[in-house]
Every structure is written in structure tokens, then in C-alpha cells.
């Protein structure tokens, strides 16, 4: 069976027919719910009872919802063990609690255009530009984020000519349960050419285990100062 995580569910246990006797049947709980934080056990004990003429009982959660908090669907697995008075037959029982929390988002900051002037030989340091990748929520999953560059396709910039990154394909890997933002510097290269203001585009792929949020791209245009 399966539920929205948040929902309350529960098993039956059910005898095949009444019974003239006090009928017990102990249980275990297992699964990757966690008892506290997910499901909680509201079943008092470890075993049901059935009065003589009773012929079913019930083994209760409490379905807890954990906010934004995006991870893997979770399951409880309750066993039922050898009873007295009766013998025992389906044993084992799942129920999966279903994720719906939303999946995080990776989105540069601050717009999607971007303009820097281009450096002078021998005027002092080049230029360089420090940009941010905003994640908008946490997962218990590892996640990973590729920053793609291209040149423009009128007055394309061209990597290792007029802008440069190290390493050239830039690549992140996010630990579970960290919703730090990312950042990343390109460095502009001075040159004394009379040309036209160049540009490029930087993408972000689609992330493994997250989404591309409100600004996936971003354009970087390279001011020509000569």
C-alpha cells in the first residue's frame, strides 16, 4: 500500500475466523521510516490482542510531514510474529510513504544579463567576475550542477581568447542536506584589439536530482575598451 507522506495509515491484522480463546500476536516494525521523524508507532506495545469472538486488530502510524525537505520515497515493513493460540500466516506487510516535497532548484543569481569591461596589458590585473548559483531547497539526496559556456552567436566571446575559467568545464557536487549556494570566478583577458563587444552564454544543466530554477542561463558581455 502507499500514502502521501502526512497521511496516517495502519495494517489490519485479521484472523481467519472467531475463536473461542485470547488470541496474542506479538510484531516488529522496520523499513527506512524513521519511528520519530517519519512514522510514529501509535499501536501501544509490541503485540495485539483479540478477545475470544474478536477477529481483527489494528497497527497504526502517525505519518509526519517534514516541510520542504526533499528526499526518497520511505517505507514501514511490519512483521507479524508467532501467535499464541492461533498459527501464523501472511506475515510481512509494506507500506511505502510517498515524497511530496518539492525538488530543489539551482538558479543564478541576480538576472540573467551581465555586462564587465575588458581589461588593458600591463593596466594592472585583468578583470575578473564572481558569479553565484542559488539552490532553492534541501534534499537527502547527493546532487550535481554543469555550468556550460558558449560564445554568443553574434560577437561570440571565445574561452582561452577572451575570457577563461579554470577548470574549463565546471562541475558541482552537492552533499545531502546542504543548500549552500555555489560560486565560480571568470577571468576577462586584456587585449589592445579594436573589436566589437563580445559575448557568451553560461548554462546550467539539468542538475541530478534537482531542477533548473528562474534563471538557468546567463549572458556575459565583454565591453571592448580599446
Known amino acids: 500500500t502507499t500514502s502521501a507522506e502526512g497521511t496516517d495509515f495502519g495494517f489490519i491484522v485479521r ?9 496474542t500476536v506479538p510484531f516488529t516494525r522496520s523499513g527506512s521510516a524513521d519511528n520519530n521523524e517519519d512514522a510514529e508507532l501509535t499501536t501501544p506495545g509490541t503485540s495485539l490482542t483479540c478477545a475470544p469472538g474478536v477477529v481483527e486488530q489494528s497497527i497504526t502510524f502517525d505519518s509526519k510531514p517534514d516541510g520542504a ?10 512483521s507479524t510474529c508467532t501467535p499464541t493460540n492461533a498459527t501464523l500466516g501472511d506475515a510481512i506487510r509494506t507500506h511505502t510513504l510517498v515524497d511530496q516535497d518539492p525538488t530543489p532548484t539551482f538558479s543564478f543569481l541576480a538576472g540573467t544579463t551581465f555586462t564587465v569591461n575588458e581589461g588593458d596589458p600591463g593596466g594592472g590585473p585583468d578583470p575578473s567576475i564572481l558569479f553565484g548559483i542559488e539552490i532553492t531547497g534541501t534534499s537527502s539526496r547527493m546532487m550535481s550542477v554543469t ?14 581568447d577572451d575570457y577563461s575559467t579554470s577548470p574549463t ?3 558541482f557536487s552537492i552533499p545531502p ?4 549556494d555555489l560560486s565560480f570566478r571568470i577571468n576577462i583577458n586584456s587585449d589592445n584589439s579594436n573589436e566589437n563587444d563580445e559575448s557568451f ?26
Open 147 to 160: 555550468v556550460t559556456l558558449t560564445a554568443a552567436a553574434s560577437n561570440g566571446a571565445t574561452l582561452g
Open 169 to 171: 568545464t565546471l562541475t
Open 177 to 180: 542536506n546542504d543548500a549552500s
Open 69 to 78: 525537505y526533499d528526499e526518497e520515497d520511505e517505507t514501514v515493513m511490519v
Open 15 to 23: 484472523l481467519s475466523a472467531p475463536s473461542g480463546k485470547t488470541i
Open 201 to 226: 552564454t553560461m548554462d546550467l544543466g539539468t542538475p541530478t536530482n534537482g531542477a533548473r530554477g528562474a534563471f538557468p542561463t546567463r549572458t556575459v558581455t565583454i565591453n571592448d575598451d580599446d
